[in-house]
């Protein structure tokens, strides 16, 4: 008897699903969000420590629109056990150790833009279970203080480009398709991703939605995958 293609091996699931509120990556914590009244939708999580796992990418993610983004209103594949998680060193010179708590990290001025990116637990200590703790990484992630760095003039909102300084991004280890972080440490940030590179000067797949100011140090952040457990 012929085994189907589609047989999940172990450590797969069947995901929930749910509309989009707004929209979000692949890999995102995400939450439950009344933004549509009437329905029941998620949103990415901002800095919660209650989650229903992550924004899983499954065969029926539409072609066209933002790749590497559900949109709003689109069906939303979540995984609530085993899933692979949007990790930042939020600005500091940190890696995940296996078996380290991870929790959302705190964003921008710590308020508005639902991101769902994690970070270390406790004050980057990770070793340590905290309350606010929603995932334990299951591998080891190397990052540190080159994956981010200030741009080299301001970014406007709806800007398609960032330009940074001479090395910056071969510092960062950037490459298209990977996962950034545009972050306005006064104010909002915004998940994006490379849609090109140059040297000097990375193209984005989503226009900015922030004000970045190169003399205010605020960041572009390269982001990292993680496989984790979700802690309930």
């Known amino acids: 008897m012929a085994v189907p293609k589609d047989v999940r091996m172990v450590g797969s699931q069947i995901p929930l699903s749910y509309p989009a509120a707004s929209r979000m990556a692949f890999g995102a914590a995400v939450v439950g969000s009344g933004l549509t ?3 029941e939708t998620i949103k ?3 800095a919660e420590n209650s989650i229903l796992g992550f924004a899983d990418k499954r065969k029926f993610v539409r072609s066209g629109g933002y790749d590497g983004f559900y949109e709003q209103y689109e069906e939303v594949a979540i995984v609530d056990d085993f899933a692979r998680a949007l990790v930042t060193p939020n600005g500091a010179d940190l890696n995940i150790d296996m078996n380290d708590f ?4 705190a964003l921008g001025d710590g ?3 639902p991101h769902g ?4 637990a406790g004050s980057a200590a ?7 703790t929603v995932a334990k990484a299951l591998e080891s992630v190397s990052m540190g203080s080159k994956s981010y760095k200030v741009p080299a003039s301001d970014v406007a909102v709806s800007d398609k480009t960032v330009t940074m300084d001479a090395g910056a991004i071969a510092a960062m280890g950037i490459e298209v398709g990977d996962y950034i972080l545009l972050e306005d440490l006064n104010g909002a940030c915004q998940m994006n991703k490379v849609a090109s590179l140059t040297a000097t000067v990375i193209g984005l797949v989503i226009p900015s939605t922030v004000v970045l100011v190169h003399n205010n140090s605020d960041l572009v952040t390269r982001l990292y995958q993680c496989r984790v457990k979700v802690v309930k």
């Open 37 to 39: 009244a009437g329905s």
């Open 44 to 46: 990415a999580v901002t």
């Open 102 to 105: 991870l929790e959302v990290a």
């Open 111 to 113: 308020s508005t833009s």
């Open 117 to 120: 990116i994690l970070e270390e």
């Open 126 to 132: 990770g070793g340590t279970f905290t309350v606010a």
